[in-house]
């Protein structure tokens, strides 16, 4: 059974940083790309950042500069850092694990609460 777990998420005052982590379990996770979406209210889920098997990252470019995505294929996790953040940062944030090798596989985590306030 596959299983995406994301944490990290909860209440920070704009400027303020956190730490997102999503631990997978079910999957080989080396073979995955792994991302971040993330959905505020009312409107559609969007694609945060990314990090290919080999390492390499791509970013939205309203994460540039702000939020660096990495992993840890030793204990098959992936993390989100946010920095800087702003009102606007306020969704849920979604992890996604996604294998582009045949068999083609998607997954999806449960989600995680940020909130932007003060």
């Known amino acids: 059974q596959v299983q995406l777990v994301e944490s990290g998420g909860g209440l920070v005052q704009p400027g303020g940083s956190l730490r997102l982590s999503c631990a997978a379990s079910?999957?080989?996770?080396?073979?995955?790309?792994m991302a971040w979406y993330r959905q505020a209210p009312g409107k559609q889920r969007e694609w945060v950042a990314s990090?290919?098997?080999?390492?390499?990252?791509n970013y939205a470019n309203s994460a540039k500069g702000r939020f660096a995505i990495s992993r840890d294929n030793a204990n098959n996790t992936v993390y989100l850092q946010m920095n800087s953040l702003n009102p606007e940062d306020t969704a849920i944030y979604y992890c996604?694990?996604?294998?582009?090798?045949?068999?083609?596989?998607?997954?999806w985590g449960q989600g995680t609460q940020v909130t932007i306030s003060s």
């Open positions: 996604d694990a996604a294998k582009f090798t045949a068999p083609y596989r998607n997954y």
């Open positions: 990090i290919t098997t080999s390492g390499s990252t």
């Open positions: 079910g999957i080989i996770f080396s073979t995955y790309t």
